[in-house]
């Protein structure tokens, strides 16, 4: 993951694209951050938790943003950056990160319940 934000500078085109390698870099330190040293935080886990999340969700709307743009060669499924498909997938994406995080979360509280922790 950190590979992937970090190779987002040299080829960002778009004001945007910094901001959000910065923000996903920023997601994903926090994440490790807290696995890292904070290992029996309750509070940690759940904030690592939402920060890996928020992290994948932010590499994943360029990757499918560049794929779908790109792919197949010659004739590419999206040329327009407001293509009802483009911003479906990215809406669909979001609905991921929207519905996962808090089903994450729960299972976490679930297993600590369970665990005594």
């Known amino acids: 993951m950190l590979l992937g934000a970090l190779s987002a500078y040299p080829v960002a ?3 945007v694209s910094t901001v959000i390698a910065t923000a996903t870099l920023v997601f994903l330190l926090l994440g490790y951050g807290l696995a890292k040293w904070q290992p029996e935080a309750r509070l940690g886990a ?3 938790t939402i920060s890996l ?13 560049e794929s779908l743009r ?3 060669v010659g ?5 327009d950056l407001k293509d ?7 809406g669909t994406l979001f609905l ?7 089903l994450q979360l729960r299972a976490l509280y679930k297993q600590r319940a369970i665990g005594g922790q």
């Open 84 to 90: 009802p498909l483009l911003l479906g997938v990215q």
């Open 96 to 102: 991921i990160l929207i519905v996962g995080v808090p």
């Open 46 to 48: 759940y904030i690592q």
């Open 53 to 65: 999340s928020i992290s994948a969700f932010l590499l994943m709307i360029p990757a499918v943003t």
């Open 75 to 79: 004739n590419p499924l999206v040329t």
């Open 13 to 15: 085109h778009q004001p």
């Open 70 to 72: 790109r792919l197949p």
